[in-house]
């Protein structure tokens, strides 16, 4: 049985594409009439609202003023007492309330809230829309994770500040630190601070799937209760994605509408194993589980570093949606940091600005490597192209580079390549041999690789060292797997060669043997 090709990789289940490609975008489609009927409504709701809502604020303000009077944001800070938490509480979610009540929000309340030495953390998802602080004030104004630089908006910002938060800061390099020790340190008080409030997933998203969930609700180790919302109207005006109508755009919309339904569903807590315990990841997998189940939607591993790739996309001149990796997967199974993931985009935007949609073809492919189209190049490019579409993507190219790549850029490897380029054996490569060895590799008679061998130089000196070659070799490890690839298709033609001989020798061995059989009972006969 003649030799099967064997490729170096399988392709992994774990790496295939998420079952939504892309939950930061939302495309608003509003109807002809739906526009006739959000002018006629507004005539009459926008003013009356927009007064209502003016007014509920200039109420608010002072009052939130006074409770948090000389009330400290960092350091020792404490929960609130006496007639501070009985104006916070009772005063102020009334007045929470009536400012959404006057957007024209209609709350539609399911299950039981746990209190909070029954559960002090609650996970809320999917986070999609500003729109979702409601919830905060369904729940009785329960401590938040807010910016730092929130805290300076006007009116919010003072009314942000009654809920006691949890203050993340950008310029704070141990904020990330300071902030898990201040969720553990409020969530296992034993119903001393409120509950602590949570959107696990960092970020808003179109609601067609729940991203990874980030750990800090997690690793405290406390029962959480998920808390899942839903929007369930004819007109989305609430999705506040990166890529969709902005701010003022769906707030308009909003105080347009007859009214806007929110549905707040408190699903049973959930009790961490001990191994849930010791890690925070399988725990946050469990309950983000729990509550796609309840939604009816599947799971993906996108995370906020894909938002930030997107904004690169788009600074590359890419299209943002190239940026997509599903971060959290990526990062784990392969082992790679945000900044790593980023230079890879870059490289990818070099060979991928040529190309519309963001996507590489085998011309551009070989384009970069300075190489024609052969069927060396054709397999390397078909163990990139994971899905068969005759493109790269952002994602195939950084798992193919991880995975198929740099693995095969070893320092043997490089030093096979050298010795094999180096056919005079004098330690350097002349253009001479580096194109002998390139046309014959690639079966390419008239290949120029003027290019190639300049970049390759890097003095100029018209020979390549071992030290310029291994230099190129570790900042294009696709050379290596074209290499390896090469190497991999003459052993299997070799052995198929070989087993074709032993066919062709075994068929005429048993020839020669029946003729001789036949010569004998002929003269038997």
């Not at 005006?237 to 755009?249: A, F, I, L, R, Y």
């Not at 990796?325 to 790679?336: A, G, Q, W």
């Not at 291994?470 to 060669?497: D, I, M, N």
Request: charged share 25%; aromatic share 10%.
């Amino acid at each position: 049985m003649p030799p099967q090709r064997v490729f170096a990789l399988p392709r992994q289940q774990s790496l295939l594409l998420p079952a939504v490609l892309n939950p930061f975008v939302q495309e608003q489609k509003i109807s002809k009439a739906d526009k006739i009927k959000c002018a006629l409504l507004g005539l009459v709701l926008l003013p009356l609202r927009s007064i209502w809502v003016i007014l509920v604020c200039l109420i608010t303000w002072p009052l939130a003023t006074l409770v948090t009077f000389r009330m400290p944001l960092k350091g020792a800070v404490e929960p609130m007492k006496g007639w501070r938490r009985f104006l916070c509480r009772t005063v102020i979610a009334a007045l929470g309330r009536m400012y959404f009540f006057g957007l024209g929000f209609w709350w539609v309340v399911k299950g039981r809230q746990a209190d909070s030495a029954e559960a002090p953390i609650l996970a809320v998802a999917p986070h999609s829309s500003f729109f979702d602080a409601i919830v905060c004030i369904i729940s009785g104004l329960p401590c938040t994770i807010s910016r730092s630089e929130t805290l300076a908006t006007p009116i919010f910002g003072r009314f942000l500040r009654c809920l006691q938060p949890v203050l993340v800061s950008r310029k704070d390099p141990d904020s990330r630190k300071n902030t898990i020790k201040e969720i553990e340190s409020r969530s296992t008080s034993g119903g001393v601070w409120p509950q602590v409030l949570i959107f696990p997933e960092g970020t808003c998203t179109n609601r067609t799937c729940l991203i990874s969930f980030k750990q800090g609700a997690f690793i405290p180790g406390v029962p959480v209760q998920p808390v899942i919302l839903r929007y369930p109207n004819k007109l989305d005006n609430v999705t506040w994605t990166w890529q969709g109508p902005k701010s003022g755009t769906l707030l308009l919309l909003t105080l347009c509408q007859l009214y806007t339904t929110v549905e707040i569903e408190f699903l049973p807590t959930q009790i961490p194993t001990e191994a849930e315990k010791k890690s925070p990841y399988l725990f946050a997998q469990r309950v983000r589980g729990v509550m796609a189940e309840a939604l009816g939607i599947p799971v993906t591993d996108h995370t906020f570093e894909d938002c930030r790739l997107m904004i690169c996309a788009g600074e590359l001149t890419l299209p943002m949606e190239a940026g997509l990796v599903e971060f959290t997967k990526i990062s784990r199974k392969l082992d790679l940091k945000w900044d790593s993931i980023q230079k890879e985009l870059e490289n990818f935007a070099a060979i991928a600005n040529s190309c519309k949609g963001g996507r590489i073809k085998i011309e551009e492919f070989a384009n970069y490597l300075k190489i024609p189209v052969t069927p060396i190049l054709q397999e390397l490019f078909n163990l990139f192209d994971r899905d068969g579409d005759g493109t790269i993507d952002f994602r195939e190219y950084v798992i193919g580079v991880t995975v198929l790549c740099r693995p095969a850029n070893t320092e043997e490897v490089i030093k096979l390549a050298f010795q094999l380029f180096d056919t005079d054996d004098d330690q350097s490569i002349s253009r001479e041999e580096f194109a002998h060895m390139l046309r014959s590799a690639l079966g390419v008679c008239d290949l120029n690789v003027t290019k190639l061998f300049k970049d390759i130089d890097a003095d100029g000196s018209g020979h390549i060292t071992y030290s310029e070659f291994r230099t190129f070799a570790l900042t294009h490890p696709q050379y290596a797997k074209l290499f390896t690839t090469y190497l991999e298709l003459q052993r299997y033609q070799a052995l198929k060669g070989e087993d074709e001989d032993f066919l062709s020798s075994y068929a005429c061995a048993n020839s020669e043997d029946s003729q001789e059989e036949s010569t004998s009972d002929k003269k038997d006969d």
